[in-house]
């Protein structure tokens, strides 16, 4: 399932893996932090979907990024965002909180303007913050 590539397209106009693309870098070979913190964020919907960036299973075409903005502006509803096999642990309303922390921060990474998205070093800050809250409970 995730273990399946997505295509890379090389061609004059479009570079990179579909689904991973910063919208502002569709029709150019530019690179920056923003296009990173994007394609992160991406990959951190990935891990708490259970789906694939480009998945048969989202309507309409959309891909992972639009399809888990789509659902949670509507509802808000972890259940219908994270993958069936987390319920459980959702039970938590701690871990609950947690997991709702990280598709929050995840949205951000993704959002369509460059200048919105956090800074890398932002990133790392608050899945710091979301694991060191979350170890010491665990202690």
Not at 29 to 53: N, W
Not at 97 to 125: D, F, G, W
Request: glycine letters at 6%; one cysteine or more; hydrophobic letters at 35%.
């Amino acid at each position: 399932m995730m273990g399946q590539s997505a295509p890379v397209f090389m061609s004059g106009t479009l570079r990179g893996t579909i689904g991973y693309i910063a919208p502002e870098n569709v029709f150019t070979t530019t690179k920056s932090m923003e296009s990173d913190v994007y394609s992160y964020g991406v990959v951190l919907l990935e891990l708490i979907t259970r789906k694939k960036a480009v998945d048969d299973s989202f309507p309409d075409g959309l891909d992972i990024v639009r399809w888990v903005r789509s659902v949670w502006s509507e509802k808000e509803e972890i259940e219908v965002v994270v993958d069936s096999g987390l319920y459980d642990d959702l039970y938590d309303s701690f871990v609950r909180e947690q997991v709702t922390e990280v598709i929050q921060l995840a949205l951000r990474c993704t959002q369509t303007e460059a200048s919105r998205r956090p800074s890398m070093r932002e990133v790392v800050k608050e899945l710091e913050d979301v694991y060191g809250s979350l170890r010491s409970k665990l202690k």
